[in-house]
């Protein structure tokens, strides 16, 4: 379906938090999305109606959660073009990355000692790589972005050595919308013989995802940004991959064997899926992705487009606005900017006062900051398919009047 | 439900105090000085003083921050200045939010109260 700016107001209405906040502009969907009513009903119907542990119940109403939940992992791996075992449930992506980062060590070469990230992640993706790091003794190394803010291909080809043993790098920026080359990165990283790791939290409302056509051994993302529940998560990993790894968590559910010496391990997906797991998130993630089916992937990328092309020519309106983005064909629907001498805080305190919910501070990217100069951080507006002009207009009228009254 | 707008936070006087602020600036002779910074948002406060007898003869501040951090920095130097070190160290929160005179949002609570944690560490 295309959709236009009638249509983005209609869909509003799939969406109860606007009728519960008469007014709001939301436009901090790269935090957390909204959710429709059909993911909030599917979660309640599937805990009124077919609620039971999925963990090998043996009576009618288990088989049902457990179908439930089969079905979920299924929707989830076509959408990204997965195999349903190859979808580790998590809580979010910053697990799905934890789960990686504790258990990938026995399966790096011995050669290889480096791990390769970028300058624009966001703390997730970069955290547990330092800590990893500081514990194995690596080097972590960060490819570095350009003026333009994108990434420094040439740097990262720099970096990428026979020592790399995994490069793990956003899919698109959570600060600058970039969309990093992530197909011709992974294949780089492939004829270095590096892990390649995406971290897709940023992408997977907005992109066409397709795990083979990336070429990526393992990719994450989190339920809430893509209209599903908070709490659940997905790491995707290759089969031969995930069959090689360890698990990270021990205890029910991911086992085969247990003597009172020593346990064997379940098949995967279950073996990374210890203790009773979030099913009726699960269930809603998935719906939250029929639901997106349904509205159209391809409408909903090129109005999210529009509306970046759009607020991108309205901020630059505002005098002596600074904007840190790559530009409407290089980025996804969102827009970092700082109004000069007003601190972010304050610029959202008051957009707060007129109803549009933004982003302000370092939007968990702290070294990126530093590299924007932006001590104080950035004000970061960031779309979804619900938004409309209105809103964008509402944003920078409200932006001109902080101005004038910080004059 | 909705709830309305809720007041603003930036009222008349406090973007006015933000413009032109009090007691802004470098003390020189100053006998005890504190600075506090919250890395979350990059705000950075120095509170200097000029103590004697046991009483805050001056007080000014420097650095950088968000509006509500700058007025909490002037209202709090002009509160300061003549009381007993004894009373200043007792200072609480709910006295610093009495001055700005506007309802603080949760979210920007930690801005109000920066400039009294870097007097109290000067005055340690």
Same mark, same amino acid.
């Given at each position: 379906?295309?959709?236009?700016?009638k249509? /983005? $107001?209609a869909?509003?209405n799939?969406?109860?938090?606007?009728?519960?906040?008469?007014g709001?502009?939301y !436009?901090?969907n &790269?935090?957390?999305?909204?959710?429709p009513?059909s993911v !909030?009903?599917?979660?309640k119907?599937?805990?009124?109606?077919d609620?039971?542990?999925?963990?090998?119940?043996?009576?009618?109403?288990?088989?049902?959660?457990?179908?439930k939940?089969?079905?979920a992992r299924?929707?989830? &791996?076509?959408f990204?073009k997965a195999?349903?075992?190859?979808i580790?449930?998590?809580r979010?992506?910053?697990?799905?990355?934890?789960?990686?980062?504790?258990?990938?060590p026995?399966? %790096?070469?011995?050669?290889?000692?480096e791990?390769? %990230?970028t300058?624009?992640e966001?703390?997730?993706?970069?955290?547990?790589? *330092?800590?990893?790091? $500081?514990r194995?003794?690596?080097?972590?190394?960060f490819?570095?972005i350009?003026?333009?803010?994108?990434?420094?291909?040439?740097n990262?080809?720099?970096?990428?050595?026979?020592?790399?043993a995994?490069i793990?790098?956003?899919?698109?920026?959570?600060?600058?919308?970039?969309i990093?080359p992530?197909?011709?990165?992974?294949d780089? &990283?492939?004829?270095k013989g590096?892990?390649v790791i995406i971290?897709?939290? *940023?992408?997977i409302?907005?992109?066409?995802?397709?795990?083979?056509e %990336?070429?990526?051994?393992?990719l /994450?993302?989190?339920?809430?940004?893509v209209? =599903?529940?908070?709490?659940?998560?997905?790491?995707?990993? $290759?089969k031969e991959l995930?069959?090689?790894?360890? #698990?990270?968590n021990?205890?029910?559910?991911m %086992?085969s064997?247990?003597?009172k010496?020593?346990?064997?391990?379940?098949?995967?997906?279950e073996?990374f899926?210890?203790?009773?797991?979030d099913v009726?998130? &699960?269930?809603?993630?998935a719906?939250a992705?029929?639901?997106l089916?349904k509205?159209g992937?391809?409408g909903i990328?090129e109005?999210?487009?529009y509306?970046?092309?759009?607020a !991108?020519?309205r901020?630059?309106?505002?005098?002596g606005?600074?904007?840190?983005?790559?530009g409407?064909?290089k980025?996804?629907?969102?827009?970092?900017?700082n109004? #000069?001498?007003?601190?972010?805080?304050?610029?959202? =305190?008051?957009l707060?006062?007129?109803?549009?919910?933004?982003?302000a501070g370092?939007?968990?990217a702290?070294?990126?900051?530093?590299i924007?100069?932006a001590?104080?951080?950035?004000c970061?507006?960031?779309?979804s398919?619900y938004?409309t002009?209105e809103?964008?207009?509402?944003?920078?009228?409200?932006?001109?009047e902080?101005?004038e009254?910080f004059? | 439900?909705?709830?309305?707008?809720?007041?603003s936070?930036y009222?008349k006087?406090i973007l006015?105090?933000y413009k032109?602020?009090?007691?802004?600036?470098?003390l020189?002779n100053a006998t005890?000085?504190g600075?506090?910074?919250?890395?979350v948002?990059?705000?950075?406060?120095?509170?200097?003083?000029?103590?004697k007898?046991g009483?805050?003869k001056?007080?000014?501040?420097?650095?950088?921050?968000?509006?509500?951090?700058?007025?909490a920095?002037s209202?709090?130097?002009s509160?300061?200045?003549?009381?007993?070190?004894?009373?200043?160290k007792?200072?609480?929160?709910?006295?610093?939010?009495?001055l700005?005179?506007?309802?603080?949002?949760?979210?920007r609570i930690?801005?109000?109260f920066?400039?009294?944690e870097?007097v109290?560490k000067?005055?340690?």
């Amino acid at each position: 379906m295309k959709i236009d700016n009638k249509i /983005a $107001k209609a869909l509003k209405n799939d969406f109860p938090i606007f009728r519960n906040n008469l007014g709001l502009v939301y !436009l901090d969907n &790269a935090a957390t999305s909204q959710r429709p009513a059909s993911v !909030l009903n599917a979660v309640k119907e599937f805990s009124e109606r077919d609620n039971a542990n999925v963990d090998r119940g043996v009576y009618s109403l288990a088989e049902r959660a457990m179908k439930k939940y089969s079905q979920a992992r299924k929707i989830i &791996a076509n959408f990204i073009k997965a195999e349903p075992e190859e979808i580790i449930f998590t809580r979010n992506t910053t697990e799905s990355l934890n789960l990686l980062a504790y258990t990938i060590p026995s399966i %790096i070469p011995k050669n290889k000692n480096e791990i390769l %990230i970028t300058e624009m992640e966001h703390h997730s993706n970069l955290v547990p790589w *330092q800590q990893l790091a $500081k514990r194995q003794g690596f080097k972590l190394k960060f490819a570095k972005i350009k003026p333009d803010f994108t990434l420094d291909m040439e740097n990262l080809r720099e970096n990428l050595t026979d020592k790399t043993a995994i490069i793990s790098l956003a899919h698109v920026s959570n600060v600058l919308g970039t969309i990093n080359p992530v197909k011709e990165i992974a294949d780089l &990283a492939k004829s270095k013989g590096a892990i390649v790791i995406i971290d897709a939290a *940023q992408s997977i409302q907005h992109a066409d995802i397709n795990v083979k056509e %990336i070429g990526c051994d393992f990719l /994450a993302f989190s339920g809430h940004k893509v209209l =599903g529940p908070s709490g659940i998560g997905v790491l995707f990993g $290759k089969k031969e991959l995930l069959e090689k790894l360890p #698990p990270f968590n021990f205890g029910g559910g991911m %086992i085969s064997k247990v003597t009172k010496e020593d346990s064997k391990w379940a098949e995967i997906p279950e073996k990374f899926e210890a203790g009773t797991q979030d099913v009726a998130g &699960a269930i809603g993630l998935a719906e939250a992705l029929n639901y997106l089916k349904k509205v159209g992937l391809e409408g909903i990328k090129e109005w999210e487009n529009y509306l970046l092309k759009y607020a !991108l020519r309205r901020l630059k309106e505002i005098p002596g606005i600074k904007i840190f983005s790559p530009g409407e064909e290089k980025s996804i629907s969102l827009v970092s900017f700082n109004l #000069p001498g007003i601190h972010p805080h304050d610029v959202a =305190g008051l957009l707060n006062e007129k109803k549009i919910a933004i982003r302000a501070g370092h939007c968990c990217a702290m070294p990126l900051m530093e590299i924007l100069k932006a001590s104080g951080g950035v004000c970061r507006a960031s779309f979804s398919l619900y938004n409309t002009l209105e809103d964008i207009d509402l944003l920078v009228d409200i932006l001109k009047e902080i101005q004038e009254k910080f004059k | 439900m909705e709830r309305g707008i809720p007041e603003s936070m930036y009222r008349k006087h406090i973007l006015e105090l933000y413009k032109n602020p009090s007691n802004f600036g470098i003390l020189k002779n100053a006998t005890c000085s504190g600075t506090e910074c919250n890395s979350v948002c990059g705000d950075e406060i120095t509170v200097q003083m000029i103590t004697k007898d046991g009483i805050v003869k001056d007080a000014k501040f420097s650095g950088s921050g968000c509006a509500l951090s700058l007025v909490a920095a002037s209202l709090l130097t002009s509160k300061i200045k003549g009381r007993k070190i004894e009373s200043i160290k007792n200072l609480n929160k709910e006295e610093i939010r009495k001055l700005f005179k506007t309802k603080i949002s949760s979210s920007r609570i930690k801005c109000m109260f920066l400039p009294l944690e870097a007097v109290k560490k000067a005055l340690k």
